[in-house]
Every structure is written in structure tokens, then in C-alpha cells.
């Protein structure tokens, strides 16, 4: 978005979660969860293969997020500061007041409610303190839990289908059907 400066970084927290801005000293953690192939089966990305991959990544994030281009967030567990994921809003549209969310979470968490928890936090977030009226997401339609965690979030299935690859559904989620 041309008007947004995500300066301080917005942390987000939740009865369980922090959501903070992905740190360098979060290496190993970034590239446990992009090197997984079972994270990445859905995803149209290449796999990390080395430390140095996850170290680009997060030099990549941090460069959108000070051109205010995308918000990134480490999602950690509050008691620990385990680094379990990330979630993030991007490909924002100033002229229709969108964005697109994303994420993704380490296997041996999830299951455990924490994307749905931070996923919630991020849409208040999204609808109350920046001008987004709408939120997109894009899913594998093999992709079940993803599907099953967009359905709990109250996003419905657009009519339309990804023009670039009719193997993954896009789905929507109104503010005005928030209030």
C-alpha cells in the first residue's frame, strides 16, 4: 500500500501467541519451516535448501515490510518464544482495499488451534487499524486443512477461479460481513 508505514512493526498478541516481526536470529526456525516438503506440498514455492536460502528470505520480508509492501509476522508460542510459523497480508491493493493472507505452521503444531488464533488476531488487526474491506486467500484445493481453517474463519469460496492455476480455490472475506 502507498500510504502504509508498518513502522514500529504492529506486534500482535493473543492469549497464547505473540506475533512479532521475524528477526535474523530466527534462521533456523524460517528454514525448518521452508525446507519442510509436507509444509511446501501446496505451496508454489521452491523449498529451502540452505540456511542461506531462509537468510534471503527473511532480508526479502524485511525490505517489503519497510516499503510497506507486506506485513510478516513470526508467529511464537508467548510462554516459550518458540517460533512455531508465520502469517502474513500481502499483495495489498490500495484502490480496492484488499490484501491477501498467507501462512503457514511447523507440523508438530498444528492441530493445536494456533493458526486459527493467529489468524484471527491478524484479520482484526487487517479490518480495524488498516483500510481493508477485503481479505483474500488462495488455498490447493487438495489442501484440506487449510480449506477447513479458511471455512472457520467465515471466508467464503469466490465464483471465480485462480487464472493462473485453476488447482487452487480463492476465497474472500468481507469486513462488512464481520460486523
Known sequence: MTTK???????????????????????????????DNEINKYLDRQPAKTLEDAKHFI??????IQKGEALYWGIT??????FVGSICL???????????IGYELLKNHQSKGIMTEAAN?????????????TIEASSHKNNQA?????DKLHFKKATTQDPTDPD???YVLDKREQE
Do not use: C, M, W
Not at 488476531?121 to 474491506?133: H, N
Open 5 to 35: 508505514a508498518f513502522t514500529p512493526f504492529p506486534v500482535l498478541t493473543t492469549e497464547r501467541l505473540t506475533l512479532r516481526q521475524v528477526l535474523p536470529s530466527d534462521v533456523n526456525a524460517v528454514f525448518a519451516l521452508r525446507s
Open 168 to 170: 487452487f480455490l480463492l
Open 77 to 82: 508460542l508467548t510462554e516459550s518464544g518458540t
Open 59 to 64: 532480508a526479502n520480508i524485511t525490505e517489503n
Open 146 to 150: 487449510s480449506i477447513k481453517l479458511l
Open 121 to 133: 488476531v491478524v484479520i482484526a488487526y487487517a479490518f480495524q487499524t488498516l483500510p481493508l474491506q
Open 90 to 100: 500481502f499483495a495489498f491493493s490500495d484502490q480496492h482495499n484488499t490484501s491477501e
